[in-house]
């Protein structure tokens, strides 16, 4: 059965939810799911902007079929060729024979990588800023590489001022029946997903994020349709204020990441007192994670929000523990930067791990490492207390 929402007069979802996929990209948790976002707008000419992944293809298929109420669809608009997005494309051209793609040369590059479906007679290749009138309707596209692939592109609707933004401005989570921002508590219920998807989607590319903000700023744009999440048609400032700040690695609050590694609970015990310390001086702003249990992609997101992180970890190897090295590299592929680091590290025998997280933080931008180090053998003494209560001071006089 179909299972559509109206967003104007002429425009309407038709994407899906999916909620029994447990890893996006196969390696990112989405506990509360994840939606697939297409549209249809209704013209002189039909038009569809993007397909969906193939878990959701057949509400998908029904959804435009009810909505095209048996007219025939002219246009698909590939704004993003991953296949959580392109993988319908062959089962729209199979069902509208008639239909035209439309994408720059780099989104038919991809289209041929990904499928073997004869397309030259079918394809509208345009360039940056290229207009196409579909009746009342003018949309015009734009280049936005890598948010998140090289062949991103948004379009800009100039009739209802929509901007549908590929990758840009999406989170995870299903719609569960709502579609717009105005419909949920969204800086409670959302923007930990939203800053989550974005931080591990596209938080490595902040420059060509920026250059899409710019191009945005040149527009007047009303209603935003990303690929994943809620459409928004109200705030915008409040989405694109928090898009500033990510893709310009800005914190976004005063506050504490504690992420640590812990073999046998003794680390864990001292990054516990560390937080304890804390919290009596009022710094309870801050969240903590162990990252052998905790999925990375959690991590990363309170790195990008807080202006603080405390790394505590034994050593292991000779080097850094394994889970805490994971979170160093993806640190530095998604270019966390700006944000002032303390160091705690446990060994029972060699402790080298400190001196190695320096070596990774210095590979990374601007990151400000608090000379404060503690190091514990094997377990926390009382004696260890002082130099923990020494670096919670120096983190208090940071923030
Ligand atoms: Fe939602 Fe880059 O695909």
Request: with cysteine; proline share 3%; net charge negative.
């Amino acid at each position: 059965m179909y299972c559509t929402r109206k967003i104007s007069e002429d425009l309407y979802w038709v994407g899906g939810n999916d909620r029994r996929l447990t890893l996006f990209e196969n390696i990112f948790p989405i506990p509360r799911g994840v939606s697939y976002n297409s549209f249809v707008l209704l013209d002189e000419k039909t038009v569809l902007f993007d397909t969906v992944d193939a878990a959701v293809s057949r509400q998908f298929l029904e959804n435009i079929a009810y909505v095209l109420n048996g007219r025939t669809l002219d246009y698909l608009v590939i704004n993003h060729m991953e296949p959580d997005h392109c993988s319908v494309i062959e089962d729209i051209v199979m069902r509208y024979p008639q239909v035209k793609l439309i994408g720059n040369a780099k989104t038919f590059q991809m289209v041929q990588q990904f499928y073997e479906f004869k397309m030259e007679e079918r394809v509208i290749q345009i360039k940056e800023g290229e207009e196409l009138s579909v009746g009342k309707h003018t949309l015009q596209f734009f280049m936005a590489p890598m948010v998140h692939w090289p062949e991103v592109m948004v379009t800009y609707d100039q009739c209802s001022k929509v901007l549908f933004s590929a990758d840009g401005f999406g989170s995870f989570g299903a719609l569960n029946g709502i579609l717009f921002n105005d419909e949920v508590n969204f800086d409670r219920d959302w923007i930990d997903d939203a800053r989550r998807y974005y931080t591990n989607i596209v938080g490595k590319y902040g420059s060509q994020m920026q250059g899409l903000l710019k191009k945005m700023a040149a527009l007047d744009i009303q209603i935003i349709c990303p690929l994943h999440g809620p459409v928004w048609r109200s705030n915008l400032d409040y989405l694109l204020g928090k898009h500033q700040k990510w893709s310009t690695y800005e914190s976004e609050e005063k506050g504490v990441l504690i992420a640590y590694a812990s073999m046998y609970g003794n680390t864990q015990n001292m990054a516990e007192v560390l937080a304890g310390e804390l919290a009596e001086a009022g710094i309870t702003n801050t969240s903590m994670y162990d990252v052998s249990g905790t999925h990375y992609s959690y991590v990363i997101a309170d790195a990008f929000k807080y202006t603080n992180i405390v790394l505590a970890t034994p050593t292991y190897n000779g080097d850094i523990y394994p889970v805490m090295q994971q979170l160093l590299d993806d640190m530095k592929a998604l270019n966390v930067q700006n944000k002032t680091v303390a160091i705690m590290e446990n060994g029972s025998w060699g402790p080298t791990a400190a001196k190695k997280i320096k070596e990774s933080l210095e590979n990374m931008k601007n990151m400000t490492i608090l000379e404060n180090t503690v190091t514990i053998k094997s377990s926390m003494k009382i004696g260890d207390r002082a130099s923990v209560k020494a670096l919670a001071a120096k983190i208090v006089e940071t923030l």
